[in-house]
């Protein structure tokens, strides 16, 4: 009898012992009921008009405020940038932002290193080593404080002591840790699992606050930067995607100021399309992983036994000439247009957000985020590619480029856009 994956299968507890260390037992790392019951309500939250009303006041204010001023900087005083540090920062802000109320305002003009981001990165690439190194000996490894259990736990102490600092400051603002909804998703978050009987003492709140960062920060750069690499290799993608926004300030209130506002991202079908065009090529997780919890068969026959880990490539699921025909390589938005206008694939096609009872419960949220980015870009600067600066791609857990992105910026004419 074939069972759903739901009740089957989960990410199990290597899974859970590999990635402990860093998101705790978060929502990344849960299984079943808990996990059902924790993505309820954070779907719930996501779901609020409150959520909406202040997303899109934030990401509004990051792009224009921040994001725009940085590169008028930059161009006007001939820097290059490495665009995917710019992204990373931006979204870092911006998830810190939505989630908790607070700017860590780590997207400055002189971008400065940003202690977090860099231990961060180093954890996250320190966890992944557990998952080719045998078990007795990155147990050894972290007993002995040696190698990457070292920079493991050195970085962890950055992370954790930065997410301290967020709490003490609210703490400090005289807000209720558990009872804050007015400051952030995951405070309103947190309200709904009391309201459901499940208290989170501080340690959950922690590692939760860690796994929110991990999944908005990481995700949401990577997407924009494969995105801007892929335009500037397609002039005719990018001249649409202007003639796209220019209809729409053209109708548009902000018209004179060259800004969009929430009601104008909705508009844009084209550039939407071409952002998961873009995600279905260079997905952000590029795989999944699941284990067994039981003996089972899946769909189409395969014994599976209790303990068996499953994967599933992401990024092959997008390239599939069975499954998008026999231009799958190629990056053509009009894929997914129908009659001018965005038409959604089924989850289990394009599952860059994951399917089912694990689907991304942010994913408006991140297309609102990438759209507005993108289009307050493009309309205001061409984004060149440094001549022979090497793009790589980099598999950790997030898709990522190993050199970054270098380009310069290139203001518009505002009479020619």
């Not at 001249?239 to 209130?253: D, F, N, T």
């Not at 844009?268 to 952000?284: G, K, T, V």
């Amino acid at each position: 009898m074939v069972k759903t994956a739901y009740h089957n299968f989960g990410k199990g507890d290597k899974f859970k012992e590999m990635f402990a260390n860093l998101f705790g037992d978060s929502v990344l790392v849960q299984d079943g009921e808990p996990f059902k019951q924790t993505n309820k309500s954070i779907a719930l939250a996501f779901a609020s008009p409150a959520f909406r009303n202040k997303t899109v006041t934030i990401l509004s204010a990051a792009v224009h405020k921040k994001l725009i001023p940085l590169l008028s900087h930059a161009a006007a005083n001939y820097i290059p940038l490495d665009l995917q540090d710019v992204f990373r920062r931006l979204a870092f802000d911006n998830t810190c932002m939505v989630g908790f109320g607070i700017d860590p305002a780590s997207l400055d003009l002189d971008l400065t290193t940003v202690p977090f981001l860099d231990a961060f990165d180093g954890a996250i690439e320190a966890l992944l080593l557990r998952a080719v190194l045998p078990r007795f000996c990155w147990k050894m490894m972290k007993f002995l404080r040696l190698g990457s259990e070292a920079r493991l736990m050195s970085g962890r102490t950055v992370v954790y002591e930065f997410v301290d600092g967020l709490l003490a400051r609210l703490s400090a603002a005289g807000y209720d840790l558990y009872d804050s909804p007015c400051l952030g998703a995951f405070w309103t978050y947190i309200r709904l699992e009391r309201e459901s009987g499940r208290d989170y003492s501080l340690e959950m709140i922690r590692s939760s606050m860690v796994s929110l960062i991990m999944a908005g920060k990481d995700t949401l750069s990577a997407a924009l930067t494969f995105f801007f690499w892929l335009v500037a290799q397609h002039p005719e993608v990018e001249a649409k995607i202007l003639a796209e926004l220019q209809g729409i300030l053209h109708k548009s209130a902000k018209k004179e100021e060259w800004t969009f506002g929430f009601e104008e991202v909705k508009q844009m079908d084209y550039l939407h399309a071409a952002l998961s065009e873009s995600l279905r090529l260079y997905p952000p997780i590029v795989a999944e992983g699941t284990e067994a919890a039981e003996d089972d068969v899946l769909p189409d026959g395969t014994q599976t036994e209790k303990g068996a880990q499953v994967w599933y490539s992401i990024y092959s699921c997008g390239r599939l000439e069975s499954v998008w025909g026999e231009d799958c390589l190629e990056f053509r938005p009009e894929r997914w247009l129908q009659n001018e206008r965005f038409v959604r694939q089924s989850d289990f096609k394009f599952a860059v957000f994951n399917a089912g009872p694990r689907r991304c419960a942010g994913r408006e949220f991140a297309y609102w985020h990438m759209k507005w980015a993108a289009a307050s870009i493009l309309i205001h600067y061409q984004i060149k590619m440094v001549d022979k600066h090497p793009v790589i791609p980099k598999f950790t857990i997030v898709l990522s480029m190993k050199d970054g992105l270098l380009v310069t910026i290139h203001p518009r004419n505002r009479d020619r856009v």
